[in-house]
């Protein structure tokens, strides 16, 4: 597998052909449905080198081979997925979202459907990085739930890169990654590290038993969920995706919502030409039909 020691300056001068591209360009749109168009060779490559470098590998033929191989597709082929796939989060990002979760959801579904008193209310991020968006979910719950006695909620996060769902897992982030986060809540719902040299934060341990994580690739055709989600919040992933995986995509994520349900999306998404079974309530903000 191990090619010996491979020279920095050498891997930076290697180059993908055009074949090697289009056979991981097909097997990434296939496995994950991201498009991964000729334009974005220069990209692949660069993130690649990375996975080159730790297995000592100098060409990207070599890597090829050993991906597809019966070792690599057992182990390797993970690491290829969380070295190509992008994972832009921030804490509330899109506060807009959060404030209508806030004043206008949360009220809507326990008024009209009890969930969260009669029963848990059940929250997904799907597409959650390294698990920011997951835990603001949390801290606005947490919030509201004090103001109803008994009132129960989980969340579940999601995402196809075992790397960023272990740093969701630990919910360990830069100070400054922090700043969005309303100064009440950080003092409420944050830890510092007690080195204040590392400039580290902690989410609490009761908001993190709040908040469960798995690795979920979309394109399964089967999600294997438990329960249906109260709230689904699945923004900035589609734009990854060509049309016809988009509308695949949302039909089967509508599925996965209760009737009345509330599903989020990222500023730069539309419904527009896919035959759902939801209406816009809000910039972004669809609920369910039913």
């Not at 506060?95 to 008024?111: C, D, I, N, V």
């Not at 698990?131 to 103001?147: D, Q, R, T």
């Not at 049309?243 to 509508?254: A, S």
Request: aromatic share 10%; charged share 25%.
């Amino acid at each position: 597998m191990k090619n010996g020691n491979v020279n920095m300056g050498d891997l930076l001068s290697v180059s993908m052909s055009t074949g090697v591209f289009g056979r991981f360009s097909t097997f990434i749109q296939e496995a994950c449905g991201i498009k991964m168009p000729q334009v974005k060779q220069t990209m692949l490559e660069s993130r690649l080198r990375k996975r080159l470098r730790a297995l000592n590998m100098n060409s990207f033929e070599d890597y090829m081979n050993y991906v597809f191989s019966a070792e690599g597709m057992k182990d390797e082929v993970f690491q290829m997925i969380d070295a190509v796939t992008t994972n832009k989060t921030d804490f509330f990002r899109e506060p807009a979202h959060f404030q209508y979760l806030q004043r206008e959801a949360l009220p809507e579904l326990m008024g009209l459907y009890g969930a969260g008193q009669k029963r848990p209310l059940n929250v997904w991020s799907a597409g959650c990085s390294s698990g920011k968006e997951p835990y603001s979910l949390a801290m606005v719950i947490s919030e509201f739930a004090p103001k109803h006695p008994g009132y129960r909620f989980s969340i579940l996060g999601t995402d196809i890169s075992t790397r960023v769902l272990e740093r969701a897992r630990r919910g360990i982030y830069p100070e400054d990654r922090a700043e969005p986060i309303p100064m009440e809540m950080k003092r409420k719902y944050l830890m510092r590290n007690r080195d204040r040299r590392l400039g580290l934060v902690r989410v609490v341990p009761e908001l993190r038993s709040r908040v469960s994580f798995r690795r979920l690739n979309l394109m399964d055709d089967n999600y294997l969920m438990r329960v249906a989600f109260d709230i689904i919040f699945f923004r900035n992933v589609i734009i990854y995706f060509n049309k016809r995986t988009q509308g695949e995509l949302l039909v089967r994520i509508c599925s996965h919502l209760v009737d009345g349900g509330y599903l989020f999306l990222g500023h730069a998404e539309t419904l527009h030409s896919f035959d759902l079974p939801v209406r816009q309530v809000s910039p972004m903000v669809y609920r369910k039909t039913g």
